[in-house]
C-alpha cells in the first residue's frame, strides 16, 4: 500500500496548487516531495505539472494522472472499509455535499437515524449551492451529493429523484397568512428575504419572474437560510423555500408554511447522486441506500 502513499501527495499538490503548501500539509521536506514527482515525471516521459513562481499548475497529462490518482485512492478506501466490515468494525466516513435546504433538520435527522444502526460511522458534509456540489462531486472531495435543481453532468447518477415544490414562510398573522395556496403576484408589494442567485430555488423564481414580467420587493438577500428564517420571525418579511427544508415541525415558533401554486413555480427535483460507474466506498454506499429508503417514503405522503 506503500504507492498509495505517493498518490495522495499528488493529490494534495493538485488542491493546494502549491509543492510547498502541498509539502507542509503532508509534513514533508519540499525538496523531497518534488523529486518524487521529477521521478515518476521522468518515469512517465511527460511533464505532469507546470511550475510557476507562485505555484503550480496540472499540465494536460497532470490532469489524466490525477484523474488516474482519485480512482485508485477511492478504490482503496472502498477496500479498506470492506475490510473493517468484514471484521465487523462498522467503521467508515460518508461524505456527502448538499444544499442548505436540507442541513436545517431533514440530513442532520437522517444521520442520527444512521449513527443509532452504525454508531461508529463518521460523516463529512459540506453545505454548498448545486454548482459548487456537483465540482466537489467530480473532484473526488465528496462521495454523494443531495441537491436541488442539479446542473446537467453526464457522470452523474441519480440515486433518487424527489419532486419539490416552493412554499412560502411567513409569520402567523402576515396578511397573506389567511390564503391556502400563494401566486407569486400575491407577494408584490410585500418585503421578501430571498436566498443569494447560485441557489435553485431562487433561480426558479428569478426565471418565473422574467417570463411573467413581474416584480418583487427584495428587502434582503443572503447566502444563510438560517438567516432567512430569523428574518421572516423578526422582520415580517416572506421567503421561500423547498418543501423538504420547510417542514412545519422544523419550523420557529410562529412562522406557517403556505404552498406555491404550482402554475407559477412547478416542482423540480431534489436528487441523490454519485459519479457513474464509480465503486463507492462501503460507508457512503450504505448511507445512500438509507437516504434513497427515507426520501421515497416521502413520495408516499400524499400532498397536502
Known amino acids: 500500500m506503500r504507492h498509495l502513499r505517493f498518490l495522495r501527495y499528488m493529490d494534495e499538490v493538485a488542491r493546494t496548487g502549491s509543492i510547498r503548501g ?20 521522468e518515469e512517465l516521459g511527460l511533464k505532469l505539472l507546470e511550475r510557476r513562481p507562485r505555484g503550480v499548475r496540472l499540465t494536460s497529462a497532470g490532469e489524466v494522472f490525477l484523474t488516474y490518482v482519485r480512482e ?5 478506501d472502498r477496500m479498506r472499509s470492506q475490510l473493517e466490515d468484514l471484521r465487523g468494525l462498522r467503521r467508515g466516513t460518508v461524505r456527502i455535499a448538499c444544499s442548505q435546504a ?3 433538520d431533514f440530513l442532520p435527522r437522517q444521520i442520527g437515524a444512521f449513527r443509532k444502526r452504525y454508531p461508529l460511522m463518521t460523516f463529512e458534509v459540506m453545505v454548498v449551492d448545486h454548482e459548487r456540489a456537483m465540482g466537489l462531486l467530480v473532484d473526488y472531495v465528496v462521495d454523494l451529493i443531495l441537491v436541488f435543481r442539479p446542473p446537467f453532468l453526464g457522470r452523474l447518477r441519480p440515486i433518487m429523484t424527489l419532486p419539490q415544490r416552493l412554499v412560502a414562510l411567513m409569520v ?6 389567511r390564503k391556502a395556496k400563494l401566486r407569486l403576484a400575491d407577494c408584490t408589494g410585500y418585503p421578501l428575504a430571498l436566498p443569494e442567485f447560485s441557489t435553485g430555488g431562487r433561480q426558479m423564481i428569478e426565471e418565473r419572474l422574467s417570463r411573467a414580467g413581474l416584480k ?8 444563510s437560510f438560517e438567516l432567512l428564517r430569523g428574518l421572516v420571525a423578526h422582520t415580517g418579511m416572506i421567503s421561500f423555500q423547498i418543501e423538504i427544508g420547510a417542514q412545519p415541525e422544523a419550523m420557529p415558533p410562529g412562522i406557517v408554511v403556505r404552498p406555491v401554486d404550482e402554475r407559477d413555480l412547478p416542482s423540480a427535483d431534489l436528487v441523490l447522486g454519485q459519479l457513474r460507474d464509480r465503486n463507492l466506498p462501503l460507508a457512503s454506499a450504505q448511507f445512500a441506500e438509507h437516504l434513497a429508503g427515507a426520501l421515497r417514503g416521502r413520495m408516499e405522503v400524499p400532498a397536502e
Open 102 to 104: 436540507l442541513a436545517h
Open 172 to 177: 402567523e398573522d402576515h396578511p397573506l397568512a
Open 72 to 76: 485508485q485512492l477511492n478504490d482503496a
Open 22 to 41: 502541498a509539502a507542509d500539509r503532508l509534513n514533508v521536506t519540499p525538496s523531497a516531495l518534488n523529486r518524487r514527482i521529477m521521478d515518476l515525471e
Open 216 to 223: 418583487l420587493s427584495v428587502a434582503a438577500e443572503t447566502n
